[in-house]
């Protein structure tokens, strides 16, 4: 498996080279590690080191090739540590880095142990490279680990295959752990699997796995984390009935909803017309101490503007701002969007202001309803004016924008400015959508391709 690693450290091209000489030590922290003659004192400093956490690659680097250079080298759970901590940096995408290093351990015989082994099939599959954390498994049985010890991986690697779109494997993995080697998957494995079904819209394979571990007396029970998930994925969906039937068999569980499972159920309510359904589940969710939060006041304030209901909105955003909760840009772009589509555009404009002096950086969708909110009305020019404060702004515009824009510009009959919009969506590297191409603006966009 040595060559393996060499291997697969040539195939990544990693942008840095390995120094182990300490004359590439270039600051004050680094002169104190030349300094340290005793290797225990210098490895009582790197794990200290490994608690604090690092903020850049360079000095847990420096701190590798000076491990590397010791008389007595340390063991692979002092590299774990480093390396773990590194781990933690992903802004940084410290990955390859990480797989060079481990490579290096094992071309120098220091032989990595199932923490090690969980560490690379992680960046592995942070690299969309899943098959190369997959063939770990067989060096964690070429090194003798049995396959019950290896959850962790397993589960790592089914996360893998989730985050990269591979949902059949992650399935078909997760079988091959349960029925094939007799691996029990613990909490973590079945909430990765759940959300990853519910994220590709696959409600009936997450209800089937609920199931599952609720049938079987070896599965773990599931927890809040999963009801909530799958309850959310279904009230997005439409499926009320069935989240309230979830809803219902997770409290007979004694599991405690929190404020998260009710905001999806009034959110799902709201959307299927549900009003008064959904304000009993406020009232329900207040009773049992459970205080509404931001995304709480949100859907609130979304439910009475969408009726033109404005002066219920402020009231409920006024006691949301004595309680002491800041709105966010969803809140301001609820109230916005409300006033656009009732054609109040001065208190949309307004609101506009309000939120740059509260210091809420208005984003997309904020600009989007305001621009929509003047072509309904018919004002071309003001929604020209939104378009040009957006891109000055350094907002930029998505597809939506462009074709509310495209489609007002064309029923206006200003056709050439209609195609020059076409024309600067594909500059930016858009992809027009079905509205784009409509049958309308369809003459437009054949013309500009």
Do not use: W
Not at 164 to 190: C, E, F, S
Not at 292 to 308: A, Q, R, S
Request: with cysteine; glycine share 6%.
């Amino acid at each position: 498996m040595s060559s393996l690693f060499f291997r697969l450290r040539i195939q990544f091209q990693f942008q840095f080279q390995l120094h182990f000489n300490s004359r590439h030590f270039c600051n004050s922290a680094n002169a104190k590690l030349i300094a340290m003659d005793d290797s225990c004192k210098f490895m009582e400093y790197v794990r200290e080191q490994c608690q604090l956490g690092f903020h850049n690659l360079q000095f847990p680097l420096n701190l590798f090739n000076q491990m590397m250079s010791l008389l007595r080298r340390p063991s692979i759970i002092d590299f774990n540590r480093l390396l773990a901590a590194m781990l933690k940096l992903k802004r940084l995408q410290p990955h390859s880095t990480l797989i060079s290093l481990y490579s290096h351990l094992d071309l120098s015989g220091i032989r990595p142990d199932l923490y090690s082994i969980g560490i690379l099939s992680n960046c592995y599959c942070h690299l969309g490279r899943v098959d190369f954390g997959y063939s770990l498994l067989a060096k964690s049985l070429k090194l003798g680990y049995p396959f019950e010890s290896n959850l962790v991986l397993f589960t790592t690697l089914i996360n893998g295959f989730v985050q990269n779109d591979r949902l059949p494997d992650a399935v078909k993995l997760l079988d091959v752990a349960v029925v094939k080697l007799g691996i029990q998957p613990n909490i973590v494995t079945y909430g990765t699997m759940v959300k990853g079904l519910c994220r590709t819209g696959d409600n009936a394979g997450a209800l089937h796995l609920l199931r599952q571990m609720n049938s079987h007396p070896q599965c773990c029970k599931p927890n809040l984390v999963i009801y909530s998930t799958l309850i959310d994925s279904l009230c997005k969906h439409n499926l009320v009935t069935e989240a309230l039937n979830l809803f219902s068999i997770m409290k007979t569980e004694d599991i405690k909803p929190d404020v998260s499972t009710y905001n999806s159920l009034i959110r799902g309510m709201f959307n299927l017309g549900h009003k008064g359904e959904a304000k009993d589940m406020l009232v329900e969710m207040m009773e049992c101490n459970d205080a509404p939060d931001v995304t709480t006041y949100n859907i609130l304030i979304d439910m009475h503007c969408k009726e033109g209901m404005f002066d219920e909105a402020q009231a409920i955003l006024q006691i949301m701002i004595k309680r002491g909760l800041i709105p966010d840009v969803v809140t301001y772009s609820a109230l916005l969007d409300g006033y656009c589509l009732f054609g109040q555009m001065d208190k949309a404009i307004n609101l506009l202001d309000l939120m740059v002096k509260s210091q809420c950086q208005p984003n997309v969708v904020t600009f989007s309803s305001l621009i929509n909110g003047y072509i309904k009305h018919k004002s071309i020019d003001k929604a020209l004016d939104i378009f040009q404060e957006m891109c000055d702004h350094g907002i930029a515009p998505d597809v939506v924008v462009y074709n509310i824009l495209i489609d007002g510009l064309r029923e206006a009959g200003h056709v050439q400015h209609a195609e020059n919009l076409v024309s600067d969506l594909l500059s930016r590297g858009l992809v027009p959508s079905r509205r784009t191409y409509n049958i309308p603006s369809k003459a437009i966009v054949k013309r500009v391709l």
